[in-house]
């Protein structure tokens, strides 16, 4: 019966007859045989695929990459250690569902450069910088940093060892002449347009880029950071934020380094390139390629996101804050994370009241991330009083070292900020000896906590909490901190979503005076910018690519000529097709946007007529008449400075004139009768370069129309 399933039906029913009966059986079992080996075969191959997939997820996704596999401690291992070791850098590892009975009195981790464990080792302090006694683990991922002057290349294993009894619970080996990851230079960007340039691009780990010596105009319509696969940059690329985690358009850079970090679910991995790019205008501003099979570094913030070196935790306002705790020996160990916007901070701490949440009187730790230092600060306080920090007085809400007597108890660990996600990992003594600032913390009571979010100052101290705080009339929130619950009442805050800046409603600037030319018939056309919101885009209404034709030293004026007059024109757009960013050839035409080298067909018909510029050559439009050497209208601070300033006359007092060497192209124009009223000098490639030339007949040319028509009407009435 299954085997039937497999088969196909067939309209000819079956002839059981001696004579036809075999013949038919067989034809059918050979194609159900067939139609199996070929089902098996497909089977083999998405099982070869699942594994192949499997493999090269588990070691590059996002979600996955640990790092550099070194190897696994066995299962079998004395007091049941086992796990993954992975390389992180080379003087970091990382070990997933690491597990270990906590049976052995005197255990640590243990490295050394010995062919294999022995006393002659070091420790390797836990997640939490300790240098103690390991606990017991159970399937929890531990990540490690070799202590100071120590790298996995000077070390032959890694042990779990007990120093009492000698003995080895476990070890990996480290290959000889190992090579851990690393961050990768992908060298220049040699910048293709808007001052595009960069002296390197730096691939610090699976999600970080570092930007070094950027520079660009900040001119260009919608250019952003893009990164794609791919032999080339396109459009349907994917932006990244910029330093700020912004996703708008890129503003100008003068030789910034700056860090990047890509968007969700994405790692250099799977990207082939990276550049800043034109979206609107296809335009390549500059890119670098990103080779495959890369040895960096895993991303380490998703690193200790996946680390939870604390039993305890509680959530103290859901989805923004929580606190994680553990007491070991005379110190207690905590992890203040949350989210909040940069320079505002979080604060967690012991009430001035054990019946209720009380500011007055409490003693809290604030962390926050200072943009001035570009670090995660963790600070004690003491709120003496609702108000201002006033150290000469020692009142308010002040830094314990600001307060008479008082003293910072508090010791970093650690501490991250990155897309909103703040987390500090921070220790004090249970008993601090501070009198004067300080509660004692007696971990088998029950004591009550307060919390809060707020901004800090322009003095880096914590301001009024408006954001969110522990109220007087809320329910206490009240921990033993030495009573493990049973479980964490904890959910990751930590995400990779871009905090996106808010979405501006589109303004319409006031456009600069428009500037006109009339009464001179040499015309010299060259590139500069485009004059940022004031610029093109106002005066034309026409979305603008970043830069424009400036003629005679001004930007995109209004051309005034005669019809029976000659003007030449003198055009420095470039001559290089191959370099599309700087070949822009003029050409006059009766199309308001231009770009007619984009779809040739259309050229010299209805809506897209060509009066100069453009030669024709058996219907082959050739633009070599309007492509002269390039010659542009710099930015000498290397920055678009034409929101800062009120003219147009004033914007050109920050530029510079740049010329390429070689030889402007020329060409004559004379308007006829044939000529429309209003036509367009526009950049044969690109589209909206341009704007108009207002043509008008000669003084005589009217005048003599004038009286013809005088006369005849004289003549009718006769």
Known sequence: MVASNWCPETSIKPDYSTRSFLPQTVARLTICYLLVLIMFQILILLLLALLNFHSTYGQHHASHYYGKYLGSLSPNSVHSVKGKVYAVNETAIFIEDFSYDGAGPDAYFWAGSSPSPDINGFIIPDSLGRYAVLKGYSNQNVLLNLPKGRTLQSIRWISIWCRSFTADFGHIKIPANFDPPKPINLGPIKGLAHGVSASAVIIMDAKTLFIKNLYYDGAAPDAFFLVGTGNKP??????????????????????ADIWLRLPRGLTVMDIDWFGLYCITYREDFGNVRVPKNLNVPPDYVFLESKVEPFMSCLTIFPGLMQISWEVRDQEIFFQLEGKVEPNQYLAFGLSGSSERPEMIGADVAVTFYDTLTSSVQVVDYTLKHKSQCAPQSYSGACPDDLTLGGRQDLIMISGNYLNGYLKSIYKRNIITGDPNADQDILPDEYATIVAAIGPVNSRRQAAYHNIKYTRANDLPIRIAFNKIPLNRNCSSLNTDNVISSSIRSPIKSRAWKQEKIRDTNILRAQIGP??????????????SWGIAWWVNGKLIPEIVVQRGKNYTFIVEGGNDPSNQAQYHPLYITDNREGGGGQDPSMLDTPGHRVFAGVSFNRGVPDPNPGAGRYCEWKHRSGIDRANEVDSVEEYKETLRLDCKPGSPAIFTWTPDDKTPDVVYYQCYTHRNLGWKILVSSSFKLTYSLNLIAILISLLLLL
Do not use: M
């Not at 690329?237 to 850079?253: A, C, R």
């Not at 004059?531 to 034309?540: F, K, M, P, Q, S």
């Open 530 to 543: 485009a004059g940022g919101d004031r610029g093109y885009t106002a005066i034309t209404g026409l979305q």
């Open 234 to 255: 396109h459009p349907r690329g994917q932006k990244v934020p910029d330093e700020t985690n912004s996703l708008e358009k890129l503003h100008g850079y003068s030789g």
